[in-house]
């Protein structure tokens, strides 16, 4: 099984800060990675698909970028409403494996 | 508008089953994949089956193989998960959705006595 894994696991930010988040993966998965938001109570939200493709509807503060086993989910100018958690997910083979996610709370 | 809706969850007892059920609409059902996740209680996501467009693949985590069956019907636009043999570790919102795609809002299932 592929393994995932993220960092950091959580962050205190404030509004207006470049926020980072990488997600490895135990082996290659090409491109087969995907991001997604998840506030309390909700659904994940796809942010981004295939690495850097950028979800409809999405604001183009988020990004994704990386190929092989490493990559990266980044939000260019925080907002109130991106306190969240935010979790990868590998589609290269089953199981479909997440990462543990990385929680965004306000500093 | 692309949506996706879970029904099905709710309180049982050990070793009960259910049957979740997942309908779709907005979008061409039968050429998509689908999956379910579930979240334990302050956990993190967990995926638990995949199934093909056509149904003739499918996938399963280790820990609900041989309890839980995935199946669709895509004359009527639905995914379904059968689950039996429920363990108090299998209590969790179960999503229906796609990897790489849209959600649905989840059902919650309850384990216990």
């Known amino acids: 099984d592929i393994q995932m894994t993220q960092s950091p696991s959580s962050l205190s930010a404030s509004v207006g800060d470049r926020v980072t988040i990488t997600c490895r993966a135990s082996q290659s998965i090409s491109s087969y990675l995907h991001w997604y938001q998840q506030k309390p109570g909700k659904a994940p939200k796809l942010l981004i698909y295939a690495a850097s493709s950028l979800q409809s509807g999405v604001p183009s503060r988020f990004s994704g970028s990386g190929s092989g086993t490493d990559f990266t989910l980044t939000i260019s100018s925080l907002q109130p409403e991106d306190f969240a958690t935010y979790y990868c997910q590998q589609s290269d083979s089953t199981p479909f494996t997440f990462g543990p996610g990385t929680k965004v709370d306000i500093k | 508008e692309v949506q996706l809706v879970e029904s099905g969850g709710g309180l049982v007892q050990p070793g009960g089953s259910l049957r979740l059920s997942c309908a779709a609409s907005g979008f061409i059902f039968s050429t998509y994949s689908m999956n379910w996740v579930r979240q334990a209680p302050g956990k993190g996501l967990e995926w638990v089956s995949y199934?093909?467009?056509?149904?003739?693949?499918?996938y399963y985590a280790d820990s609900v193989k041989g309890r839980f069956t995935i199946s669709r019907d895509n004359a009527k636009n639905s995914l379904y998960l059968q689950i039996n043999s429920l363990r108090d570790e299998d209590t969790a919102v179960y999503y229906c959705g796609i990897v790489g795609g849209i959600w649905g809002q989840g059902t919650m299932v309850t384990v216990s006595s």
């Open positions: 199934i093909s467009g056509g149904g003739s693949t499918i």
